[in-house]
């Protein structure tokens, strides 16, 4: 990671969980890292912490709606006027509404598109432009994928969720491509973690909380330091090594239920889950 000290990282949805331990631990090894998200405040107190604890990088954080492509073109200007630009880009922000596809709501939908899809590929296309206008050789851009990029489980309220992360796993592959075409050493990476303990589900689990509780209290998940792990393991790759996806699982196997799923089932049935 010593090549990386100084230099510039953006990680998206720095707030919590994943992108904060993984915003965190870039600074760390001395990185400058740009944290986005709507909610700064949390950013700001991981920033001072940071600054408290000694750690040669800094957090920056930046409000930024990662649904309004114009707030995310205007935090990358603001980054090549501050910084130079991106030499590392961490799609790390995503979300799940429970909807499945008979019932969902087609606003829910959209929603769950701009973040895990579109404000993906437009910081992607926007980290390139900041890399290649710099003859920036050796960048990298790591999208935070999930086993639902790989497998489609049997839970309805996660199958437009997953969709989208099939689509990070082709995206990931597609700018591989595209990189490779052009002659660069940038790289292009998908990291694809299974039940990690963050609110993520939490949140899309709001009308079952004691649910997510024992789910949680009852199986060792992984943490957010495991997937910040695997980004520093993947920057740390040598400049040769092109690291396609990192795939991570608890070793205690969760049988995910979704309690509240009934509607949409046979009374004497459960649909779950293994990741």
């Known amino acids: 990671m010593e090549r990386w000290r100084g230099r510039v990282a953006l990680v998206t949805g720095a707030s919590v969980g994943i992108g904060a331990a993984v915003a965190v631990e870039l600074v760390r090894f001395g990185m400058k890292v740009v944290g986005c998200a709507r909610d700064v405040a949390k950013i700001q107190k991981l920033a001072a912490e940071c600054q408290s604890a000694g750690h040669p990088g800094v957090l920056v954080p930046f409000k930024c709606d990662l649904t309004k492509e114009e707030e995310i073109l205007s935090m990358f200007a603001a980054i090549k006027e501050q910084h130079k630009g991106v ?3 961490i799609n790390n922000a995503g979300l799940n509404h429970l909807e499945s596809l008979l019932s969902g709501k087609t606003s829910s939908w959209k929603n769950i598109i701009d973040v895990n899809v579109l404000a993906l590929s437009i910081c992607a296309r926007e980290a390139y432009q900041s890399m290649k206008e710099r003859n920036v050789d050796d960048g990298h851009i790591i999208n935070i994928n999930s ?14 969720y997953t969709a989208t992360k099939y689509a990070v796993t082709a995206l990931t592959e597609g700018l591989r491509q595209e990189l490779r075409a052009e002659k660069t050493h940038i790289r292009a990476t998908s990291i694809s973690p299974g039940l990690v303990a963050t609110e993520f589900i939490s949140r ?3 009308k079952n909380p004691d649910e997510v509780a024992t789910l949680y209290a009852t199986r060792k998940s992984l943490e957010t330091k495991d997937i910040a792990s695997a980004v520093t393991y ?3 790759a040598p400049p040769h090594v092109q690291i396609y996806n990192v795939s991570k699982r608890p070793v205690q196997v969760v ?15 459960q649909p779950s889950c293994l990741i």
């Open 204 to 206: 899309a689990s709001s």
């Open 87 to 89: 030499d590392v880009c």
């Open 147 to 160: 086993i639902c990029g790989h497998q489609v489980i049997p839970v309805a309220e996660a199958h437009f």
């Open 234 to 236: 993947v920057l740390s």
């Open 255 to 269: 049988k995910l239920v979704y309690l509240h799923y009934d509607k949409l089932t046979a009374p004497h049935t």
